[in-house]
């Protein structure tokens, strides 16, 4: 199983936004049958603050969604951040923000 987590802080007025993009990512990656279960929270006591929990069946599954363009989404998305997020995959257990998935994402696709 392969498992991504992040926690991320977005700019009050893009709040709407980000939600609506990730919304459609969690809808469109759940129906891929690799994918085990992607699921968006949001802090109670910040609204600005939204974790996101994914994890796929196995590491091809994974690697699959991050050429995908739900994945694409997610790094624009991303770009609405007022900081960098913490993002943890724990396939490795590497700890990275958003340049990380950009440069896992350019190795997988060049494999």
Known sequence: MTVIMALVEVRSNKRSEFLNIMQEVALKTKEDHYCEKFEIYQDVENENIFSF???????????????????????????????????????????????????????????
């Open 53 to 111: 929990f994914g994890s796929w069946k196995n590491p091809n599954g994974f690697r699959m969604h991050l050429k995908s363009d739900q994945f694409t989404m997610v790094l624009i998305a991303l770009k609405l951040l007022k900081k960098n997020p913490e993002i943890r995959y724990f396939k490795n257990q590497m700890t990275m923000g958003i340049h990380g998935l950009k440069e896992l994402r350019n190795i997988l696709q060049a494999h």
